[in-house]
């Protein structure tokens, strides 16, 4: 499970020094902005401290990380890697007029395919267009020169330039990467390049089958294969070295094989090479095997690297390709192994009912990381924080990891300066100033607890399924987690271990949190859209449950001044206790795989918006001339070789997002256009 940045980082400013040197000029940390999106980088502090093997082991990792990335254009859609492909040839090969408007909205449509990994808003999942028209679109391939276009075998080049036109402007091709609307055949309406010529009912049924009542550890059915009808007949196409997605998946082996030869210790070691094999056969049982081994991997240097989360298929069940690469922070780890180290104590003191808590939280490892490269569905929009892994029955029995990204949130927070957004959502000067003083640390305490307690925190009761709650198992899961977290952040337990200094840390994440659920994440959605996308509904629910319920006691107030409409909490001991009778329910809702309740929590809570409050909140949104979605280039690491033998790992810190796509299409684009 990951915790995704959001907007609420875009509140403060950060405590911390600058992590370059002060002789440097200061590091520019946005380095482009179109449309709704900002492209920011990150550093890489503490990389010269690792020891020369260790500096190997994350090249080589890092470069298993780039190569996987076509799978998640081509997971996300069949014809992403078309579009992709056919617009960096015009870009590469046009010889037209470069500098005319045109032209500019042409390359800026190219920048938001790369962002979002495809022809869809990476968090809305609605299907973006160009702002051109389709004949300026047909003018520049024809005046495109010396490149070639991703052509179907047998296609002519006409065929292909009215079919490619249609996939990128026609808006009844293709609508929605994701539909998760209450009542639609959410296999048929989701565009994404999980199932082919299959229902929904179909793909349910086809796993019902295969699981066995009782199996106390299941596998995780349907986590990396698309899902076919062959003659008939339902099929999985597995994601394998061999098989589909074969060509990429065999370059991230030959990395990870060379990572293999440079492993800390021989746990590291075991669980790449259990990593290969899983690639190499796609058994899900050694992918199981696999985790359990990850788990016990606590070496400087580690990764995250397979097909791990579901966020990206309707049902929850297929995984997103992704990767990161990072090495522990020291210094900060401190603070998430004096959390880990408690685990137990939380559990038992959870409000939760007795019967769905874990008599023993075992293997909760937690620490904070330093990240050194993104792949697939982590790049360019990354987690802020991590726990695996995804089954429930490994964390039971042998435990998870939790990570919070400091170099990330720093990044996130160096970036957000002086941007004016706190200052036109927040109620009060206390409030900005609560936010500016306490606010990072809170946002990262908020991320440990999360990751670390939170996923890892209760337990399903014997017969339930991990994948009960369907389509509303990703929303509720995030829910359970975030209360976790918001519940604890108050307890008197967190100044006791000298995490917090009193009553400032949590008032200004219960303020964040409200004003973000509440409001200001709705700068991330269309007009007239309601909310799809799980850990947004997950943050409204949990902000409009609360609401609804302390109206009674004037809990959280909706106040207005100048127009304007505010979010403002009276009562932040009353507003804690209704976050943990919320958990108490969130909890029960997940032990018993109780559907209906999850729907009903999720559709009443956390998707419909208020369409008057949008409008306001947009407008004055707009006036900041702010990008609410970020996502990041990485740096470039770079060998230093002696003969063949590498001597040295040097850090680059690129600033062109658009050489940084185009070096990476020409470098690390290993599949073929269409799978």
Not at 57 to 66: N, P
Not at 90 to 101: F, H, L
Not at 445 to 460: P, R, Y
Not at 526 to 549: F, T, V
Request: charged share 25%; with cysteine; hydrophobic share 35%.
């Amino acid at each position: 499970m990951i915790a995704l940045a959001t907007a609420m980082l875009a509140s403060c400013g950060s405590n911390k020094t600058s992590q370059d040197d002060a002789t440097q000029p200061p590091f520019q940390f946005q380095v482009d902005q179109f449309n709704d999106l900002k492209v920011l980088r990150y550093q890489i502090p503490g990389f010269d401290s690792l020891t020369l093997k260790q500096k190997e082991l994350v090249y080589y990792l890092s470069q298993a990380a780039l190569c996987g990335r076509d799978i998640v254009f081509d997971q996300n859609y069949k014809y992403n890697l078309a579009v992709r492909r056919t617009c960096e040839a015009i870009y590469k090969g046009y010889k037209g007029d470069r500098t005319s408007a045109d032209f500019a909205n042409f390359t800026t449509y190219l920048k938001r395919v790369w962002f979002s990994n495809g022809i869809h808003h990476h968090y809305s999942n609605d299907k973006f267009f160009p702002e051109i028209t389709p004949e300026y679109f047909a003018g520049l391939m024809a005046a495109t020169e010396g490149v070639e276009f991703p052509l179907m075998e047998g296609e002519t080049l006409e065929q292909f330039k009215a079919r490619i036109s249609q996939v990128i402007f026609d808006p009844t091709v293709a609508p929605k990467r994701l539909d998760q609307t209450e009542g639609v055949d959410m296999v048929a309406a989701s565009a994404c390049n999980l199932y082919e010529g299959v229902t929904q009912k179909e793909v349910e049924d086809f796993y019902a089958a295969m699981r066995k009542p009782g199996d106390t550890e299941p596998i995780s059915y349907g986590l990396n294969s698309r899902v076919v009808k062959e003659n008939g007949q339902i099929v999985e196409k597995k994601w394998t070295v061999n098989g589909l997605y074969g060509q990429a998946l065999q370059k991230v082996v030959y990395w990870l094989q060379k990572a293999i030869s440079v492993a800390e210790d021989e746990t590291q070691r075991s669980g790449l090479e259990k990593l290969v094999e899983y690639y190499n056969t796609g058994d899900l049982k050694t992918w199981d095997d696999y985790n359990v081994l990850w788990v016990q991997d606590t070496s400087m240097v580690d990764y995250v690297n397979g097909f791990i989360e579901v966020y990206g298929d309707p049902l929850g069940m297929k995984a997103g390709w992704e990767a990161v690469v990072d090495f522990k922070d020291l210094e900060a780890t401190r603070r998430a192994t004096t959390i880990s180290a408690n685990a137990q104590w939380f559990e038992d003191h959870s409000p939760i009912d007795p019967r769905f808590k874990k008599e023993t939280v075992k293997g909760v490892s937690a620490k904070v990381i330093t990240v050194a490269q993104l792949g697939g569905d982590c790049y360019p929009t990354t987690p802020i924080g991590i726990n695996l892994p995804n089954a429930n029955w490994i964390r039971a029995q042998h435990g998870s990891k939790s990570v919070t990204m400091e170099n990330i949130t720093y990044a996130y927070n160096q970036a957000s300066m002086g941007s004016g957004f706190l200052e036109e959502f927040a109620w009060s000067p206390e409030e900005i100033e609560l936010a500016k003083q306490y606010g990072p640390l809170a946002d990262n305490l908020h991320t440990d607890l999360h990751e670390c307690l939170g996923h890892g925190s209760g337990k399903l009761l014997p017969g339930v399924s991990t994948d009960a709650l369907r389509n509303y198992h990703s929303p509720i899961e995030e829910t359970r987690a975030d209360l976790f977290a918001l519940y604890y952040l108050a307890d008197p337990k967190m100044v006791e271990l000298g995490l917090v200094t009193g009553e400032n840390e949590y008032k200004a994440e219960y303020n964040s949190y409200i004003r973000y659920g509440m409001m200001t994440q709705l700068t991330r959605i269309e007009p007239g859209k309601n909310i799809e996308q799980a850990h947004m509904r997950n943050r409204a629910l949990i902000a409009h449950w609360a609401y609804e319920k302390g109206k009674a006691n004037n809990v959280i107030e909706r106040k207005s001044r100048e127009g304007k409409t505010y979010f403002v909490i009276n009562d932040y001991a009353k507003l804690r206790e209704l976050f943990g009778e919320l958990l108490i329910e969130i909890q029960r809702i997940t032990s018993e795989g109780d559907f209906n309740a999850a729907r009903q929590m999720v559709e009443t809570y956390g998707v419909k918006v208020d369409h008057d409050l949008h409008r306001e909140v947009l407008e004055r949104y707009a006036k900041l001339n702010l990008a609410p979605y970020g996502g990041f280039m990485n740096p470039m690491l770079v060998p230093v070789f002696e003969g063949d033998k590498i001597v040295d790992v040097k850090v680059d810190y690129p600033a062109d997002y658009m050489e940084q796509m185009m070096n990476y299409s020409t470098n690390y684009s290993f599949l073929p256009t269409y799978n």
